[in-house]
């Protein structure tokens, strides 16, 4: 598509959304604003993209973007068109056409920017904008033509003196430029009445060369987020789009509308999501799997046909075939073998389970290893912490946790040992054996030959 360069303007004040967090960094659907752009770009094939910062927000942006970007920084927030001037001494001269982006706009889609760039190419073309007609244009933009339908400039809303709630043709915030045009052009830009530089000004400055509108066919993308109510519009928006995504590749979800997923997850086919689930941040779902009423998984890895219910998992790994819940709580560094049953109202933390292990009940385990087909009694508890020191527990395939059995870590259930109701395990139980009491004693099984 010729070469390009891309430009994300991120350096505003941001007032209206009345937030100490950087506007560009206020997630939606558990990304960061700022991403979607850049994400945008990359994907179009463009390398060189160039992000405009504020002295306040350099140091947030960079620290998530890292050096996948370039940085200018806008010493003062005069506008937009100030802000694109800072690329200048970075861009000027490498590449044939800039695509402008806002770090404000999350919903603009891949097919219609690729669309404008298509569109821009056309000779004699230097300036494109996305455009969509609106029933109110609000706080937005908007875009006049002449009688022959040429634009002639955008009015933003601080310059409007008309009713914000008429219809009109807006702009959308995105736009591709003409590289040795732009910047012979963007010194020149007279400022408003705010004192403000608007990008938008560059619409009025083309008169007599080729501005082209180019129509998005869906409003939705358009929206930018420049207060909360807007973040909960462009939030819900973004939401449905993706679970409409996901129906489509093969996901059922009885009542959609009470089911979020964030833009990062991944989801198998033929997953049943019910009510009120929540999948979070980078969350893989495996294929076949049951998820919810009411699980909220989030950073976690489910394999396929596992069945999580009504429970919460954060950083947790589960394999093939698992059962969880319902009301457990699955914390960093729990992973689950194939198979693992784990029922109601255990936590676990730190602790891999064996395939084929079950705690079925109540129960806490943490900072601990447990062989493969172990069964953990109802109301076991690993006393992992004494105050000091984390420590581990070992427990060794087949062995046998009796009801409420407190292991003092660090401790050892051999292979096959087990644990009588109620002990205080404080020494190794070796393999083979079982411990009984408080503290636990450590006995042979009574069916054991002496
Ligand atoms: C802007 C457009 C408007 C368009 C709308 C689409 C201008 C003047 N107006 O209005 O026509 O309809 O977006 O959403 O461009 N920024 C800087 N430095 C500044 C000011 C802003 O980098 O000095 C950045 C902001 O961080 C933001 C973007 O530019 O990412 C847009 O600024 P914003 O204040 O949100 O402009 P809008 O009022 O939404
Ligand atoms: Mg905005």
Same mark, same amino acid.
């Given at each position: 598509?010729?070469?390009w360069?891309?430009?994300?303007?991120a350096?505003?004040?941001?007032?209206?959304?009345?937030?100490?967090?950087?506007? #560009?960094?206020?997630?939606?659907?558990g990304?960061?604003?700022?991403r979607?752009?850049?994400?945008?770009?990359?994907?179009?094939?463009?390398?060189?993209?160039?992000?405009?910062?504020?002295?306040?927000?350099?140091?947030?942006?960079? #620290? @998530?973007?890292?050096?996948e970007?370039?940085?200018?920084v806008?010493?003062?927030?005069?506008? /937009?068109?100030?802000?694109? @001037?800072?690329? !200048?001494?970075?861009?000027?001269?490498?590449?044939?056409?800039?695509?402008?982006?806002?770090?404000?706009?999350p919903?603009?889609?891949?097919?219609?920017?690729?669309?404008?760039?298509?569109?821009? $190419?056309?000779?004699?073309?230097?300036?494109?904008?996305?455009?969509t007609?609106?029933?109110?244009?609000?706080?937005?933009?908007?875009?006049l033509?002449?009688?022959s339908?040429r634009?002639?400039?955008?009015?933003?809303?601080?310059?409007r003196e008309?009713?914000?709630?008429?219809?009109?043709?807006?702009?959308?915030?995105?736009?591709?430029?003409?590289?040795?045009?732009?910047?012979?052009?963007?010194?020149?830009i007279?400022?408003?009445?705010n004192?403000?530089?608007?990008?938008?000004?560059?619409?009025?400055?083309? #008169?007599?060369?080729?501005v082209?509108?180019?129509?998005?066919?869906?409003i939705g993308?358009?929206?930018?987020?420049n207060?909360?109510?807007q973040?909960?519009? $462009?939030?819900?928006?973004? !939401?449905?789009?993706?679970?409409h995504?996901?129906?489509?590749?093969?996901? /059922?979800?009885?009542?959609?509308?009470? $089911?979020?997923?964030?833009?990062?997850?991944?989801?198998?086919?033929d997953a049943?999501? @019910?009510?009120?689930?929540? @999948?979070?941040?980078? /969350?893989?779902i495996?294929?076949?799997?049951?998820?919810?009423?009411g699980?909220?998984?989030?950073?976690?890895?489910?394999?396929?046909?596992?069945? $999580?219910?009504a429970?919460?998992?954060?950083e947790?790994?589960?394999?093939d075939?698992?059962?969880?819940?319902?009301?457990?709580?699955?914390?960093?560094?729990?992973?689950l073998?194939?198979?693992?049953?784990?029922?109601?109202?255990?936590?676990?933390?730190?602790?891999?389970?064996?395939s084929?292990?079950?705690?079925?009940?109540?129960?806490y385990?943490?900072?601990?290893?447990?062989?493969?087909?172990?069964?953990?009694? #109802?109301?076991?508890?690993?006393?992992?912490?004494?105050g000091?020191?984390?420590?581990?527990?070992?427990?060794?395939?087949?062995a046998?946790?009796?009801?409420?059995?407190?292991?003092?870590?660090p401790?050892?259930?051999g292979?096959?040992?087990?644990t009588?109701?109620?002990a205080?395990?404080t020494?190794?139980?070796p393999?083979?054996?079982?411990?009984?009491?408080?503290?636990?004693?450590?006995?042979?099984?009574? /069916?054991?030959?002496?």
């Amino acid at each position: 598509m010729g070469q390009w360069a891309g430009v994300i303007l991120a350096a505003g004040t941001g007032t209206r959304m009345k937030s100490s967090v950087p506007k #560009a960094l206020h997630p939606v659907c558990g990304k960061e604003m700022i991403r979607y752009p850049v994400e945008l770009l990359r994907q179009l094939g463009i390398d060189q993209i160039t992000v405009i910062v504020s002295p306040d927000n350099s140091r947030d942006v960079g #620290a @998530l973007l890292g050096n996948e970007v370039e940085y200018a920084v806008q010493a003062e927030p005069l506008g /937009t068109g100030d802000a694109l @001037l800072q690329a !200048r001494e970075y861009l000027a001269g490498k590449a044939d056409n800039l695509l402008v982006m806002y770090g404000d706009t999350p919903l603009v889609r891949y097919d219609t920017v690729k669309q404008m760039t298509a569109a821009h $190419v056309n000779p004699g073309v230097v300036m494109s904008i996305l455009v969509t007609s609106v029933p109110a244009v609000n706080d937005l933009g908007q875009v006049l033509r002449d009688q022959s339908g040429r634009i002639t400039s955008i009015v933003e809303a601080a310059e409007r003196e008309h009713d914000p709630h008429s219809p009109g043709e807006i702009n959308g915030g995105v736009y591709c430029f003409s590289d040795s045009w732009v910047w012979d052009n963007l010194e020149s830009i007279a400022p408003g009445s705010n004192g403000e530089r608007y990008l938008t000004s560059l619409a009025a400055a083309a #008169a007599g060369q080729d501005v082209i509108g180019v129509e998005s066919q869906d409003i939705g993308e358009l929206r930018g987020v420049n207060n909360r109510v807007q973040l909960a519009q $462009v939030e819900s928006e973004l !939401r449905s789009r993706i679970r409409h995504e996901w129906m489509l590749s093969g996901v /059922t979800m009885a009542d959609p509308d009470s $089911v979020f997923i964030d833009a990062d997850v991944s989801i198998g086919q033929d997953a049943v999501l @019910l009510p009120n689930t929540m @999948l979070l941040g980078k /969350t893989t779902i495996g294929t076949a799997c049951e998820v919810g009423p009411g699980s909220v998984i989030r950073d976690s890895f489910v394999g396929a046909q596992c069945r $999580v219910t009504a429970s919460m998992l954060e950083e947790a790994t589960l394999e093939d075939g698992v059962h969880v819940g319902p009301f457990s709580h699955l914390r960093p560094g729990a992973y689950l073998g194939a198979g693992v049953h784990v029922g109601n109202f255990a936590e676990i933390k730190e602790s891999r389970l064996g395939s084929g292990a079950v705690m079925g009940h109540f129960g806490y385990l943490g900072d601990a290893s447990v062989g493969a087909n172990a069964n953990l009694g #109802a109301g076991m508890v690993t006393c992992n912490y004494d105050g000091q020191n984390k420590n581990r527990t070992v427990i060794e395939a087949d062995a046998f946790v009796g009801c409420d059995t407190m292991l003092v870590a660090p401790v050892k259930v051999g292979v096959g040992a087990a644990t009588g109701a109620g002990a205080v395990v404080t020494s190794d139980v070796p393999p083979g054996r079982l411990a009984i009491g408080v503290p636990a004693k450590i006995r042979r099984f009574e /069916t054991d030959a002496d």
